[in-house]
């Protein structure tokens, strides 16, 4: 779950009380943002991921633990 433009517009409301219970069901208790995203993907076009190879990463908070 990614705090974003796009959720506001698939949730009814984006207000921080609506969206407490959905951050607190997960392990981080936040919701992600898009920089969480982006610094995987920095991390992954540099030179420290060359050696990583056919891996599934997974952004989302630890909710696939």
Do not use: E, K, M, N
């Amino acid at each position: 779950p990614t705090s974003t433009s796009i959720r506001s517009g698939v949730w009814t409301s984006t207000s921080a009380s609506a969206s407490a219970p959905l951050a607190a069901s997960l392990p981080v208790r936040r919701l992600g943002d898009p920089d969480d995203f982006g610094r995987v993907v920095c991390f992954l076009c540099s030179p420290a991921a060359s050696y990583i190879t056919g891996q599934t990463l997974h952004v989302d908070g630890g909710v696939t633990l």
